[in-house]
């Protein structure tokens, strides 16, 4: 293996995802095991521009697997979209001599990085961390397991409030633009019906399902919607249109928002970033560059930030099949 690199920055970029921490700590701990040194960049792209830098080593990522977040904090920033900030940003990397950087976040964060490659040759690697899983070239990002526990958890309490009461729940769970948390949380909570931006159910066959749900004897039920889904404006939209077109349910929404995103990681998340850090300090190390890191058919594989950034992931079908079985 080829150890040309002396010295790699890391930086979390975006929303947080647990698992980031986990990743941060075998990224450094992989360039100890290589004798390279380790820089820790705070507050993302905002931090690299402002030379905002730390020192790090085996010691300094202790006690951190198991914490949800980003000990190097995060944020989006506008100004490096631009080429003077961009410029900055090489030129802090230049003074602190910076060879390579790890990127840990979502598509956002690989965009940036893609564009800051091609203008300045500067080597990247990308770690996909973002619940939404919505990440092209990996079958899991880093902290959408935890979610689903998370999240999953949360739908079982809530069950226990609408089965006392015969209420009808609207839980909105996180997924703009993919209903993967939906799709699986909806499978394993046991919800009557899941609502993602993949499928449009409709309002008149959403009110004639929960129907069907009702005449076959269920006294309560939960429907899962991604925060993404196309049937109405807001979830509490769906919840009016419920209360006027059916009888017999106390309706009500429950919207779960940032409490998805934290908590300790789950064992799958934290051995995956482990498996993911040490694939991108060594794919660096081999004179790779502009590439992501992902979980293919449980094989850590390599693809191109750009087949990362413009593919889509799909959702599971069969797993939406189930859904329908489950719901009968």
Not at 46 to 72: C, H
Not at 111 to 124: A, L, Q
Not at 230 to 243: H, N, P, R, T
Not at 257 to 275: E, K, N, Y
Request: charged share 25%; glycine share 12%; with cysteine.
């Amino acid at each position: 293996m080829s150890n040309k690199i002396k010295k790699i920055g890391v930086l979390t970029s975006g929303g947080d995802a647990p698992g980031m921490n986990a990743a941060i700590r075998s990224v450094v701990r992989t360039c100890a095991y290589h004798n390279i040194e380790c820089v820790g960049v705070y507050r993302g792209y905002e931090g690299l521009m402002e030379g905002d830098f730390k020192e790090m080593n085996a010691r300094s990522v202790k006690d951190i697997i198991n914490k949800g977040g980003t000990i190097l904090k995060s944020a989006r920033s506008k100004e490096f979209r631009t080429v003077e900030g961009r410029q900055l940003a090489y030129t802090q990397l230049q003074k602190k001599g910076i060879e390579a950087l790890v990127l840990i976040g979502g598509d956002g964060t690989f965009t940036g990085g893609m564009i800051f490659n091609e203008e300045y040759n500067f080597p990247v690697m990308g770690i996909p961390g973002t619940i939404d899983n919505d990440i092209f070239g990996t079958s899991h990002t880093l902290g959408f397991d935890t979610a689903l526990n998370t999240v999953v958890e949360a739908v079982d309490k809530i069950r226990d409030t609408a089965s006392s009461h015969n209420r009808l729940f609207f839980i909105e769970v996180m997924g703009r633009d993919v209903g993967h948390i939906a799709l699986n949380v909806g499978v394993g909570s046991g919800a009557e019906e899941i609502l993602i931006p993949e499928e449009d159910l409709g309002l008149d066959r959403l009110v004639e399902s929960l129907r069907r749900s009702k005449n076959s004897g269920k006294s309560s039920s939960i429907v899962i919607v991604a925060e993404g889904d196309k049937i109405g404006k807001s979830v509490f939209e769906l919840k009016d249109y419920v209360d006027e077109n059916m009888e017999g349910y106390d309706v009500r929404v429950s919207v779960l928002g940032h409490m998805q995103r934290g908590g300790a990681p789950s064992c799958f998340d934290r051995v995956l970033a482990s498996r993911m850090g040490v694939k991108a300090v060594e794919s660096l190390m081999e004179g790779k560059t502009n590439l992501m890191v992902g979980l293919l058919n449980n094989e850590i594989e390599l693809t191109p930030l750009e087949k990362a950034i413009k593919g889509k992931s799909k959702i599971n079908l069969e797993l939406l099949r189930v859904s329908e079985i489950m719901a009968t």
